[in-house]
């Protein structure tokens, strides 16, 4: 029984590190960009959500409908293609802070699973399946 275990844990061991990056920053990054999506699509709905539920105090709702929208469409595009991903995780993880100390603050598994992904790709990186690794490549082949 041991053996076995071993054995399989081997072979998980063996499983590409890169795919599972992959995947976290499709899964992360789709369902930020969908939110964007609807906020882009409906901008009249989006700022009376922001004025009337959301209510994130200190800050004009006009001008944070206009940031979330931003924000959820170009750092998702960039955590999908795996460009500048360290770097896009910093205000999806900012965007999730607010939404979690103002808007939602009962939807905390969803943040802390959200957060743990993004936590993970901002220490770890894109992975081999990115345009980071990609870029990162042609960087070093070039200074060599």
Known sequence: MIRRFHTIRRWLDRFPLSLVQLAMRIGVGSVF???GLLKFHSPELTFLLF???YKVPFFDPALMARMATFNELTFSTLLM???ATRVAT???LGMIAVIQTFVYPEAWIEHVVWASILLFLLTRGAGAL???FLVA???RSEHL
């Open 33 to 35: 960009f969908s939110a």
């Open 51 to 53: 004025r009337d539920e």
């Open 81 to 83: 293609l795996g460009l």
């Open 130 to 132: 990115s345009l980071d």
């Open 90 to 92: 910093l205000p999806m």
């Open 137 to 139: 490549r042609r960087f």
